[in-house]
């Protein structure tokens, strides 16, 4: 994997996942019944992972599949009276269009935020966060598997006649 994607990934997962976790943790403090609890450790749990991620790429194992779940589940905000979904780690620019009218928009931040709301007065919408975007395509391509050696590194050397 590319040492800058690395780090990247690192500052993204373990630093984001710990700014997740104090913003959730935040969240508790001001929530009022059962479901609010649970939805506030579905995400902590989903930061927490971002952290575990974070850690085992940093001792060298990249865990590939992990990153792309975890980048994966930042791409979509999804707004609707129903329903309301937005997760990210770390960094996010999100274009979407919302209604009325199918207007965009676009929202940038660095730091971590979730957003999970039932039945709301939200308004009908659609986004992706560009950031996590580009992350799950790099890390779909060449960039995030490390170079394989010379055939001639990876072979055992006959022993020299001495």
């Not at 373990?14 to 001001?30: E, K, N, R």
């Not at 957003?115 to 560009?130: D, K, M, R, T, Y």
Request: aromatic share 14%; hydrophobic share 55%.
């Amino acid at each position: 994997m590319n040492a800058w994607f690395r780090r990247l990934l690192l500052i993204l997962t373990i630093g984001g996942g710990f700014v997740g976790v104090a913003v959730t943790i935040q969240f508790f403090l001001h929530a009022n019944t059962v479901i609010a609890y649970i939805v506030a450790l579905a995400f902590l749990g989903l930061y927490g992972y971002g952290i575990f991620v974070g850690f085992k790429l940093s001792e060298g194992s990249a865990p590939l599949r992990h990153l792309r779940l975890y980048f994966a589940l930042q791409v979509p905000l999804i707004s609707s009276p129903f329903i309301t979904y937005r997760f990210c780690s770390g960094l996010q620019a999100t274009v979407a269009i919302i209604q009325p009218g199918l207007r965009w928009g676009w929202d940038w931040r660095l730091g971590s935020e979730w957003q999970f709301v039932i039945h709301s007065s939200a308004p009908w919408g659609v986004g992706i966060n560009l950031v996590a975007l580009a992350i799950v395509f790099l890390l779909n391509s060449r960039l995030a598997v490390a170079p394989k050696m010379s055939r001639a590194l990876t072979e055992p050397s006959a022993p020299a006649n001495r």
